[in-house]
């Protein structure tokens, strides 16, 4: 990934949330700049007639300067295409929005941004963008379990049709929201609309200040206590192969919600990457099918500099250093959503990273 890759932004939500309304109006911002979208068809995202120049059937200019087009093939066909005919000239944009359709997950599209040698060069995962409605959100979280993976994947929640719904019902709304991805921000659209400066530039890179950087992996943690006794006494994930690690967690309110859970740590002094390898290398064998988030801004050993890491599943961006990091703050900052994981099995997991191998012993 160069420095100079297109920032790519997943707009994601569930049926009917709002994602339509949003997008014109971040098209019809001038604050927004140059975009290319990327939708499966026009018909489904229904844009704004006053902000369309002109149109074929594979794309359409926009009045704004930006454009949109469907995917041809596949989604890695698309964006190499648009990016071989911004190098010509033909076009020109900053960035890409991708808009899922209701029931996607977003998963494979972020992996394919990744994984393909076709895209990992030239463009970067910026942001998950979710909306959810305030009116139907309740009710399609309790049926639709597509809808809470929507949110627990999202770097940005935008709750939308705020307007036709009580205030007691957005406030126990936005609990939920809270308790399945608590890092993300939620952000109040006003009839659709929203400052796109909130929306885009979320994933931090070199040149990013701390104070960004502690916003992208927003871990704000009640952090679990290393085991007694030190290094020796923590067993990494012992307890979930006692009780089971495919067994699906028992859940307290009986809805999908349940079925997420979330994990964020401080380790306050750098971390052994012979720790780090084993702690990641253990969590990516064992359960990475069911890992949908990690962020982290990781402090190592004999390295200046810390640096960001992003994880999807099994799949992680190339680590961003971190050179404008203070050198006096040498805490790393750790969060991992996943599904279907036994209670207990990140915070297990994560007080393995509070630990130090002993260096004075000696082998026999």
């Known amino acids: 990934m160069t420095s100079t890759a297109i920032p790519v932004s997943l707009l994601t939500g569930f049926l009917g949330s709002g994602k339509t309304t949003l997008l014109n109006h971040l098209l019809a911002d001038a604050r927004t700049g140059r975009v290319a979208v990327v939708m499966n068809e026009f018909g489904e995202i229904g844009l704004d007639h006053d902000l369309v120049e002109s149109a074929t059937e594979a794309m359409a200019l926009l009045q704004s300067g930006c454009l949109c087009c469907t995917v041809r093939g596949d989604l890695a066909q698309t964006l190499s295409d648009l990016k071989a005919r911004r190098d010509r000239g033909d076009i020109a944009f900053e960035r890409v929005v991708i808009e899922t359709t209701g029931i996607a997950d977003p998963g494979p599209i972020l ?84 400052d796109p400066l909130a929306l885009f530039g979320v994933a931090p890179g070199a040149d990013s200040p701390r104070s960004e950087a502690l916003h992208w992996v927003a871990a704000n943690p009640a952090k679990p206590d290393p085991a007694p006794g030190g290094p020796s006494a923590v067993r990494p994930f012992g307890l979930a192969q006692d009780r089971g690690l495919f067994e699906r967690p028992a859940t307290a309110t009986g809805l999908h919600d349940g079925r997420i859970s979330s994990q964020s740590a401080q380790i306050d002094h750098p971390i052994s990457p012979i720790v780090f390898d084993l702690w990641l290398d253990s969590l990516m064998r064992r359960v990475s099918g069911r890992i949908l988030r990690l962020k982290a801004v990781v402090h190592v050993e004999g390295i200046e500099h810390p640096f960001a890491l992003h994880g999807v599943q099994h799949v992680f961006h190339p680590p961003t250093p971190l050179p404008q990091w203070p050198r006096d703050d040498k805490v790393s900052r750790i969060v991992v959503i996943g599904r279907d994981l036994p209670a207990g099995y990140l915070e297990e997991s994560l007080a393995l990273l509070h630990s130090r191998p002993d260096t004075t012993a000696h082998g026999h």
């Open 111 to 194: 992996q394919s941004l990744v994984m393909d040698p076709a895209l990992a060069d030239d463009f970067k995962l910026d942001g998950v963008l979710t909306t959810v409605d305030c009116a139907t959100g309740p009710a399609t979280l309790d049926a639709q379990f597509e809808a809470v993976q929507q949110i627990a994947m999202a770097d940005r929640l935008i709750l939308t049709k705020a307007d036709l719904a009580l205030p007691a019902d957005i406030a126990t709304l936005d609990g939920r929201l809270a308790a399945i991805n608590p890092g993300a921000p939620r952000l109040r659209a006003d009839h659709g609309a929203v």
